[in-house]
Nanobody
Framework: QVQLVESGGGLVQAGGSLRLSCAASERTFSSYAMAWFRQAPGKEREFVAATAFRTYYSEAVKGRFTISRDNAKNTVYLEMNSLKPEDTAVYYC??????????????????????WGQGTQITVSS
């Protein structure tokens, strides 16, 4: 059972930056694909970014957000720059077996991720 704990959320002005962290309890962390999803009020949860054998980004965040991981610390990060009010959402960390994430179409598929964090709120003010 993989436990995921996000941190780093908060309130930021438009144009600002934040970094989210997600710490995993799993010792075989490096064998997992890690992803970030987000859910804005009144909207469905959507894919943001993932790292498996390569990295994947949604078009909404490409060029502004960077996903990275530190396998020695069992942690995945999401560096968010040039934040916009429409980035306001609860951000969730998720984990899946890396062997199941081999293409962009899979990276954004929620049902492939068996482990989820509790979420952290990001609010971007205009």
């Amino acid at each position: 059972q993989v436990q995921l704990v996000e941190s780093g959320g908060g309130l930021v002005q438009a144009g600002g930056s934040l970094r989210l962290s997600c710490a995993a309890s799993e010792r075989t962390f490096s064998s997992y694909a890690m992803a970030w999803f987000r859910q804005a009020p009144g909207k469905e949860r959507e894919f943001v970014a993932a790292t498996a054998f390569r990295t994947y980004y949604s078009e909404a965040v490409k060029g502004r957000f960077t996903i990275s991981r530190d396998n020695a610390k069992n942690t995945v990060y999401l560096e968010m720059n040039s934040l916009k009010p429409e980035d306001t959402a609860v951000y969730y960390c998720a984990a899946a077996q890396k062997s199941g994430i081999l293409a962009a179409s899979q990276a954004g598929r929620e049902r492939l991720y068996g482990y989820w964090g509790q979420g952290t709120q990001i609010t971007v003010s205009s």
